[in-house]
C-alpha cells in the first residue's frame, strides 16, 4: 500500500519513534539498558500538553516533555547507576509509575483520568510571503510536516557525528564497550554512563511531545507500546543511528498502513496488531545477528 497519504502518514507516525530510538542509542552506547524508553515516551507527552495548556505556546511544551523526560532518566540512571540495580528492573517500575502517575494527575488537573482538554499544536513553518518565489517554491515542501519532523531527520545526522567523530562519542561508545579500560585512562565511566542516559530522556521527552503535540491533547497510555517499537527499532539498526532511522520509518510506514486499514473490510483485531508483529518479526530476524555494546546491562 504506497498511496501518497499511507507514506505521508508513515512520517508522522514514525517522528516519535525515531526520536526515542535515538535516545536508547546513547544510553545502551554506554552500557545502560533503558527499558525506561515507554514511561519516559508517556511522560513527556504529558508534560507537553500542560505546559501547552498553562503557556499557550507549543514551544514551552515541547520544552517542558524535554526536562520531564531528563527527570525520569535521571532517575532511572541514579537508581541503575549509582545503586547498581538491576536495569531491566528499573526501566519496567518507571514504565509502570510513568503510566499510574500520568493517569493520575491528568484527573487532577482536568477532572477526568482518560484525557486532557484539546490544545494548540506547532505552526508549520514557513518562509515570509514577502520572499516571493522563493517562499511560494519552498512553502509547500517545508510546510508541509510540523517543526518537530524536520528536528527528528536533522537529529539522526547529529547523533551520527557525535557518536562516530566526536571525542565525546568515542569515550561514550568506549564505555559500552570496555569501562575498564575507559576508566583507566582517567574517563569517569559514571559520568558518560550518566550522560548517556539524560541525552536518552531528552530525545525521548521530545518525542512524547511530538506525539501529544500532533494530536493536540494527551491520552492516557497513549505511548501504547512505541517506547518498546523503538527500542527494537534500534536493535533492529544495529545500535546505529541510520539504521535505526530505517526501522523507524518500517515501523512507521506499518502503523500507518493500520490507520489506513480501520474502516475497510478488515478485522480489527488483526488490523491493530500489524507493527507489533513487524516488531516480533524483525527482531526474531534481526537480534540473533545485532551484536550489542559488550558491556551493556552490566553494573561498573
Same mark, same amino acid.
Given at each position: ?13 514514525? =517522528? ?23 514511561? +519516559? ?13 498553562? =503557556?499557550? &505556546?507549543?514551544?514551552?511544551?515541547? #520544552? #517542558? ?6 527527570? *525520569? ?7 541503575? +547507576? *549509582?545503586?547498581?540495580? &538491576?536495569?531491566?528492573?528499573? %526501566? ?9 502517575? =500520568? ?17 494548540? %499544536? ?43 567523530? =566526536? ?34 530522556? #531528552?530525545? !525521548? ?6 506525539? #501529544? ?15 518498546? +517499537? ?54 526474531? %530476524?534481526? +537480534?540473533?545477528? !545485532? ?10
Amino acid at each position: 500500500m504506497f498511496e501518497l497519504a499511507v507514506l505521508d502518514s508513515a512520517l508522522r507516525m514514525a =517522528t516519535p519513534l525515531i526520536l526515542t530510538a535515538l535516545g536508547g542509542l546513547f544510553s545502551e552506547r554506554s552500557g545502560v539498558v533503558n527499558i525506561a524508553l515507554e514511561g +519516559i515516551l508517556l511522560t513527556g507527552a504529558f508534560a507537553s500538553i500542560v505546559a501547552t495548556f498553562y =503557556t499557550g &505556546d507549543p514551544w514551552a511544551g515541547a #520544552a #517542558a516533555g524535554v526536562f520531564a523526560g531528563m527527570l *525520569v532518566s535521571l532517575l532511572h540512571a541514579v537508581v541503575s +547507576i *549509582v545503586f547498581r540495580a &538491576d536495569q531491566i528492573v528499573s %526501566g519496567v517500575a518507571i514504565n509502570l509509575l510513568a503510566m499510574g502517575a =500520568t493517569q493520575f494527575l491528568t484527573w487532577i488537573i482536568w477532572g477526568s483520568s482518560a484525557n486532557s482538554p484539546p490544545v494548540a %499544536g506547532m505552526a508549520h513553518w514557513a518562509l515570509p510571503e514577502s520572499w516571493g518565489a522563493l517562499a511560494r517554491a519552498v512553502n509547500p515542501v517545508i510546510g508541509h510536516y510540523p517543526p518537530l519532523v524536520y528536528v527528528a531527520l536533522g537529529s539522526v545526522a547529529v547523533a551520527h557525528v557525535v557518536l562516530f567523530r =566526536t571525542p565525546f562519542g568515542l569515550r561514550l561508545r568506549a564505555t559500552g564497550e570496555h569501562p575498564e579500560a575507559v576508566d583507566t585512562l582517567g574517563v569517569s565511566v559514571h559520568l558518560m554512563r550518566f550522560s548517556g542516559v539524560l541525552i536518552s530522556g #531528552a530525545l !525521548a521527552g521530545l518525542g512524547g511531545a511530538f506525539l #501529544a503535540l500532533n494530536t493536540h491533547q494527551f491520552v492516557k497510555n497513549m505511548s501504547a507500546g512505541r517506547g518498546f +517499537i523503538a527500542l527494537a527499532a534500534m536493535i533492529f539498526g544495529k545500535w546505529n543511528p541510520v539504521g535505526a532511522l530505517g526501522a523507524c520509518l518500517l515501523f512507521g510506514y506499518a502503523e500507518a498502513v493500520q490507520m489506513s486499514l480501520q474502516g475497510r473490510n478488515v478485522p480489527t483485531q488483526f488490523v491493530q496488531m500489524i507493527p507489533y508483529v513487524l516488531t516480533m518479526v524483525a527482531l526474531v %530476524g534481526v +537480534i540473533g545477528r !545485532a551484536r550489542p555494546p559488550a558491556a551493556l546491562g552490566k553494573p561498573y
